[in-house]
């Protein structure tokens, strides 16, 4: 069960769409990226007739199960940014994914959106000699860039995340923990009381220029938005575009101020580590542990399943590790499991933009940083949608286009095998104590 919107009251599902009708601007999904599209286009030009449609509810998808950090993390580094487009672009990125999470906060507060918002920055521990070391790599590297990343002792680390074998760690303050199903449910209030329609219940069979087509009618529009991410290849002629693959989560139940008093998060901080196949962590404002990570499996065809959020060989290898983690945990009750996709573009690239001829926009491939990503990516849509030239326009991920995935099975064989890789050089570092050859040639295959 997602622990999120387990905790909400339950609402009925908005009205399906009730039958054909045009818009000036259509777009197909509403979590994050859909909503904050609407929700700036409305807000800029409360003229505009804005139409949503969702196959589910509003946040079915990651917007409403993803693990709660709204942060300036975006898929590619600044260094990789900066070979491929230059230093100046990079950085121009790099501080609009700064301010964004600011801004999420901003217009939580503005909104009366109770999102549970706590900026308290992100501590990434080092826990052995190797991830020590790619921590001082990593602060050298944004030291280079004039970008603040603060290197952590072994007892500054502990200071702030109270885990075992601390070693140190890394710090950012541009990072807030939230609860997602709470801002994905009050955007989407927000949207309604500035004239946006949203229709749940109706997914897009066909999105084309000036059009989309769904069960219970047709959508006509100058633009259309497709706002998707990992159910994206479920559109046709898709299917290559994107590759979902899950992420799962476990959650605890609250925990008593004992444990609070060694375990430290006093300010939220989000936490990880240093490892290669990811794990994230926040402390909840009702005093749990909310933690997850990959290891799930790509499934042939790109395939979503609601039975694919359940896996409980990664369960039980979550609270392995959070207990390893947090051993003062002890007997405590995991209360909620859950999962679901995310979507990565083939060069790990997140992008946004709009054909002009076709009227056809997009935004995604966050690879699991869509929580501060997709509002950039609405802000910017809103700008390229009203043909209004800002700063946001400009940023280097505006207008690209990622290759598609190879056809299956090779897309099959290569992401699982990814994912084995990054398992097998956590381990072996472990045991070694040296830095992941494989690891090291599969960050030169993404460009990182």
């Avoid at 509403?30 to 949503?52: E, F, H, K, M, N």
């Avoid at 940083?369 to 700063?391: F, K, W």
Wanted: net charge neutral; hydrophobic share 45%.
């Amino acid at each position: 069960m997602n622990f999120w919107m387990s905790v909400l009251p339950e609402v009925e599902p908005r009205a399906a769409l009730p039958g054909s009708c045009e818009a000036d601007v259509a777009i197909v999904g509403a979590g994050y990226t859909g909503l904050w599209t609407a929700y700036y286009l409305a807000r800029a030009d409360p003229s505009l007739r804005v139409v949503v449609l969702e196959a589910e509810t509003a946040g079915f998808g990651a917007s409403g199960r993803n693990g709660g950090w709204c942060s300036a993390l975006f898929p590619k580094s600044v260094a990789a940014l900066a070979r491929a487009y230059g230093r100046d672009a990079a950085l121009a990125l790099n501080a609009a994914m700064e301010s964004t999470v600011d801004e999420v906060g901003r217009v939580a507060a503005e909104e009366g959106i109770d999102c549970d918002y706590a900026k308290g920055g992100t501590v990434v521990l080092a826990r052995n000699a190797v991830q020590l070391e790619r921590a001082r790599h990593e602060v050298a590297e944004a030291a280079e860039f004039g970008i603040r990343l603060d290197l952590l002792s072994a007892a500054e680390a502990s200071g702030r995340v109270g885990a075992a074998g601390v070693l140190g760690g890394t710090y950012t303050p541009h990072c807030a923990a939230i609860q997602p199903a709470r801002l994905v449910r009050g955007l989407a209030a927000a949207c309604e009381r500035r004239g946006v329609h949203i229709y749940e219940r109706t997914p897009a069979t066909a999105v084309a220029s000036g059009r989309v087509e769904t069960p219970h009618g047709t959508v006509r529009a100058p633009i259309v938005v497709r706002a998707t991410e990992g159910f994206t290849p479920r559109l046709p002629g898709l299917r290559r575009a994107i590759a979902p693959v899950y992420s799962l989560m476990v959650a605890t139940e609250p925990l008593p101020a004992a444990f609070w008093a060694t375990a430290g998060l006093a300010a939220r901080e989000t936490f990880s580590d240093h490892r290669h196949l990811i794990i994230y962590g926040q402390r909840t404002a009702d005093d749990r542990l909310a933690f997850g990570g990959r290891g799930a499996p790509y499934h042939f065809g790109s395939a979503i399943e609601p039975a694919f959020d359940r896996e409980p060989r990664v369960f039980a290898e979550l609270h392995r590790v959070l207990l390893e983690l947090f051993p003062a945990l002890g007997d405590a009750r995991i209360t909620h499991t859950w999962g679901g996709p995310l979507g990565i573009a083939r060069d790990w690239m997140a992008s946004v933009g709009l054909d002009a001829p076709t009227g056809l926009a997009w935004a995604g491939g966050y690879v699991g940083d869509g929580v501060g990503t997709s509002n950039l990516a609405g802000r910017t849509l809103a700008d390229l949608i009203r043909g209004v030239p800002s700063e946001l326009t400009a940023l280097p991920w505006v207008g690209h286009r990622s290759p598609r995935w190879e056809p299956e099975p090779l897309r099959w064989l290569g992401v699982n095998a990814s994912l084995r890789m990054m398992t097998s050089a956590d381990a072996a570092e472990t045991r070694s104590g040296r830095p992941s050859r494989r690891a090291a040639l599969m960050a030169r295959l993404l460009g990182a």
